[in-house]
């Protein structure tokens, strides 16, 4: 069965830092799909990134990147140059390829605080 | 174009109740997946379903939990005889049918908070 972990329950950062927030799974599928989920206080989950497995370029999306290590099965997620906005609870998530079982399995997440 | 909606946002409940859960995916969404969200957690899968099938619902309780998606009319998440367990954050996702086996990304809704008396 695969399993996502998130070793960082809580982190924070200061505005207009960098912060790295780290995932890690368990699957032995060689295609897959990993996702970043954003969920602010208002407790909508926003979804951030998106990187499929077969592409080892790493996806970016304006001020947010991945760095998608897939020997080591690791997918963190970078944010640069932080935003007050940037406060929510990020969530790392797998799939497996259509065909095979389409639900998502979520990490337990990383609270993560950005300050002023 | 609308996102996912759910209502009601917040529900509350008394033991032995029910409850029921609606779900309109967005535009052009054919697939629709139901997570629970317990407090302090990850999101659980729950169910997956397409228009009028049940797809995969390996993750829904065997009792009390049951889930459809008719043909008019959004998707239903229906919770009988509540229990103070039941307690969550329900959310429902939707993502398109690409007609060529791949996956798509789930959007998901706001949620609705079931609270449990």
């Known amino acids: 069965a695969q399993t996502v972990t998130q070793s960082q329950p809580e982190m924070s950062v200061q505005e207009a830092e960098t912060v790295t927030l780290s995932c890690t799974y368990d699957?032995?599928?060689?295609?897959?799909?990993l996702f970043w989920y954003k969920q602010p206080p208002s407790r909508q989950m926003i979804l951030v990134i998106r990187q499929e497995a077969y592409k080892q370029q790493n996806a970016t999306e304006n001020r947010f990147s991945v760095n998608f290590q897939k020997a080591a099965k690791s997918f963190s997620l970078k944010i640069s140059d932080s935003q007050l906005g940037d406060t929510a609870m990020y969530f790392c998530?797998?799939?497996?390829?259509?065909?095979?079982?389409?639900?998502?399995?979520f990490g337990k997440g990383t609270t993560l605080s950005v300050s002023s | 174009n609308a996102g996912v909606m759910q209502n009601p946002r917040h529900l509350v409940r008394r033991r032995g109740q029910e409850a029921r859960l609606r779900c309109s995916p967005m535009k052009g969404h054919s697939h629709v997946y139901w997570y629970r969200q317990l407090p302090e957690e990850g999101l659980k899968f729950m169910v997956y379903l397409q228009k009028e099938n049940i797809i995969d619902e390996s993750g829904m309780p065997k009792e009390r939990f049951s889930a459809e998606f008719p043909k008019e009319g959004p998707s239903i998440l229906r919770i009988q005889q509540v229990v103070r367990g039941d307690s969550a954050a329900y959310f429902c996702?939707?993502?398109?049918?690409?007609?060529?086996?791949?996956?798509?990304?789930?959007?998901f809704g706001p949620g609705t908070r079931l609270l449990v008396l």
């Open positions: 996702a939707s993502s398109p049918s690409t007609g060529k086996g791949l996956t798509e990304t789930q959007y």
């Open positions: 998530a797998f799939m497996k390829p259509a065909g095979a079982g389409t639900a998502l399995i």
């Open positions: 699957t032995s599928e060689s295609n897959y799909y």
